[in-house]
């Protein structure tokens, strides 16, 4: 597509639900991460893929949260068993170089998450 | 260990006005600085990067920025700020030893009154 694209845009989730975000990057591009954008903050890396295999999951808060890419293209976050931290918007960035090179990432708009 | 610092959280400047937005960073190896910019619900959009060669970068929407080794410094300038140029702001450097990842500042909130 012609930028990266998230879904859904907003949820709410009770706490102890299960939520998953979609994101599908931009065609070709071989990098994808995850962000984490609490409010008022800038944003923290939660894990990155290198086409379908996930090099670097450092970033990911607790064994609550995983993410997936099996097919190399759209690219899934899960949080099981929602807590109130875990509210704040959730950013996919895809990049076309390996390991994002020094070319620059390019954001979907983002998953705002809201656990009541 | 890599981070990046944006000592202002908000800057207010008039509408015609020359416009800084300051960042320093630290980094292990070569640094690669990027700025981005975020409107109200939306992501992050790529103004302009430092990788080599020319301290002084130009970029999206008529800014540019200064990079600076000795004062590990990569400020965003604008000779002539718009109303339009009202946005929060990230200053960003890629990780020398890990390129996977992406230091991002805190932010910094750009007022540009008409």
């Known amino acids: 597509g012609a930028g990266v694209s998230q879904s859904p845009r907003y949820k709410v989730a009770k706490r102890g639900q299960d939520v998953a975000l979609r994101c599908d990057p931009i065609?070709?591009?071989?990098?994808l991460f995850w962000y984490q954008q609490a409010l008022g903050q800038g944003p923290e890396f939660l894990t990155y893929f290198q086409n379908e295999a996930q090099l670097d999951k450092s970033g990911l808060p607790s064994d609550r949260f995983f993410a997936e890419r099996p097919e190399g293209s759209v690219s899934t976050l899960k949080i099981q068993r929602t807590q109130q931290e875990d509210s704040a918007v959730y950013l996919c960035?895809?990049?076309?170089?390996?390991?994002?090179?020094?070319?620059?990432?390019?954001f979907g708009e983002g998953s705002r998450l809201t656990v009541l | 260990a890599q981070s990046v610092a944006q000592p202002e959280d908000q800057v207010n400047v008039a509408e015609g006005n020359p416009l800084t937005v300051k960042c320093t960073y630290s980094?292990?190896?070569?640094?690669?600085l990027f700025w981005y910019v975020q409107y109200p619900n939306r992501g992050l959009q790529f103004l302009l990067k430092?990788?080599?060669?020319?301290?002084l970068v130009k970029g999206s929407y008529g800014f540019e920025a200064e990079f600076n080794k000795s004062q590990t410094s990569f400020h965003l300038k604008k000779p002539s700020a718009l109303v339009s140029d009202s946005a929060l702001y990230f200053c960003?450097?890629?990780?020398?030893?890990?390129?996977?990842?992406?230091?991002f500042g805190s932010g910094t909130k750009l007022n540009v009154k008409p």
């Open positions: 960035a895809s990049s076309l170089v390996l390991g994002g090179g020094p070319g620059e990432l390019f």
């Open positions: 065609s070709g591009h071989v990098s």
């Open positions: 430092y990788i080599t060669g020319d301290n």
């Open positions: 980094v292990s190896g070569n640094p690669y």
């Open positions: 960003a450097v890629r990780d020398g030893d890990n390129f996977n990842k992406f230091y």
